[in-house]
């Protein structure tokens, strides 16, 4: 791994995760000749996007066709007043740059479908998903397991969150064999529809973070075959045992999906993408 020699400067600036026996100099080499591609810059991606440059990934995706807008800024603290109007990629990666000019950073000012996804997230590392719809959520977890790369997943709604992490490979279970398929349109209300109180957006986004660190990193536990559940108002944390269905229509023996999907967007989300 050690391909490269610290400068002072770098050795200060992660001075605090060196000192961990689990990342050390190693680890954080490793963080910084990798990459992670986060799906959404709002809630979620606000407080990872933000995190992950300040570890030292070496190199940030992000996807994300909205602009600012006032209603963001309860939860969405990657942007400022000041941004109001302009593009969410944009301005996250002016924020990203403040806090680690190291970092590289590459915007796709647009949403996801199934033309682009894949060649969006290819060759990266993990892939941190911070869509605020359904259609979203599976053409990501379809696209994580065709190019086999990890995914976190987390949502949002009110005061509840839920996170899991998607290891490819056999034997790791998909998000389908969680949610075979997205609900009906309708169904579940949008945080535009029901409200979210924006620091429990920051919990899941730090979680997500959290786990993908560790994943860049090879450390610890993954959530890979549990499911969190996180409720504010309980204050509990609960974790759900996860398993590999068989009859999935992703990764079972008789896969029905073999290529993306394309969900209507259009009847699930209006004007916000990311929650
Ligand atoms: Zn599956």
Redesign the pocket.
């Known amino acids: 791994m050690s391909d490269f020699q610290f400068t002072e400067e770098q050795i200060e600036r992660y001075s605090r995760h060196i000192l961990l026996r689990e990342v050390g100099g190693e680890g954080q080499k490793r963080l910084m000749k990798s990459s992670a591609f986060m799906v959404g810059a709002g809630g979620l991606g606000a407080p990872a996007l933000l995190y992950l440059a300040a570890a030292g990934v070496g190199k940030i995706g992000i996807a994300d066709g909205d602009v600012v807008e006032i209603s963001n800024l309860q939860r969405q603290v990657i942007h400022g007043t000041p941004d109001i109007g302009r593009s969410k990629v944009l301005s996250a990666e002016e924020a990203i740059l403040r806090i680690n000019p190291e970092c590289e950073v590459h915007v796709f000012p647009e949403r996801l479908n199934v033309r682009n996804a894949r060649r969006m997230v290819q060759g990266y590392d993990i892939v941190l998903d911070g869509s605020d719809n359904f259609p979203t959520r599976f053409l990501v977890a379809d696209c994580c397991r065709f190019e086999a790369i990890p995914l976190v997943s987390a949502a949002v709604l009110r005061f509840e969150g839920q996170l899991l992490t998607v290891l490819p490979g056999e034997g790791n279970?998909?998000?389908?064999?969680l949610f075979p398929e997205p609900p009906p349109p309708g169904l579940v209300p949008s945080c535009q529809e029901a409200g979210v109180l924006g620091a429990v957006v920051g919990v899941m986004g730090m979680l997500q973070t959290v786990e993908s660190l560790k994943v860049l990193l090879g450390i610890g536990d993954i959530m890979s075959h549990h499911f969190l559940l996180y409720d504010a108002l309980e204050a509990s944390f609960r974790t759900v045992k996860r398993i590999?269905?068989r009859a999935?229509?992703?990764?079972?023996e008789n896969p029905s999906i073999t290529e993306l999907v394309e969900y209507d967007v259009t009847c699930t989300t209006t004007s916000s993408e990311t929650s």
Not at 173 to 177: A, L, Q, S
Not at 248 to 252: K, R, S, T, V
């Open positions: 279970p998909c998000y389908r064999c590999s269905d999935c229509p992703l990764c079972g």
